[in-house]
């Protein structure tokens, strides 16, 4: 099993979550979280006032897919978040030694 963080542009969580769902991607958390990467924020103008943004407002999914999935859930979160700008954000992969399902005791894949 595999743990993905990917960390997206706000606006594209309902599509990454229709096309998670649409590959058999069954469940994962959603967190706002505010970053940066190489951007390194950016300047914005309020009532004439110009002040830096250095943490740009960002959603980090966070997801735990079997070894055969991986793949098709990794090209799916790239071809579905990518707009071709920077900020687009990343993904991070993590091996996941087991999972266990609270209600049922379950573990191992069978948990997810």
């Excluded at 990467?37 to 980090?60: D, L, M, S, W």
């Excluded at 990343?90 to 209600?103: G, Q, S, Y």
Aim: no cysteine; glycine share 10%; hydrophobic share 40%.
């Amino acid at each position: 099993m595999k743990k993905i963080e990917a960390i997206i542009k706000p606006f594209k969580i309902e599509e990454i979550k229709n096309a998670l769902d649409a590959i058999g991607v069954k469940g994962m958390t959603i967190n706002e979280v505010r970053g940066y990467g190489r951007q390194r924020g950016h300047k914005e103008i309020y009532r004439g006032t110009e002040y830096n943004v250095e943490f740009i407002p960002k959603v980090k999914i966070d997801l735990v897919v079997e070894d055969a999935m991986l793949e098709r859930t990794l090209e799916t979160i790239t071809e579905v978040a990518r707009t071709g700008k920077v900020g687009d954000g990343k993904l991070f992969v993590l091996p996941i030694e087991n999972a266990v399902r609270v209600r049922t005791g379950e573990s191992g894949p069978s948990a997810l």
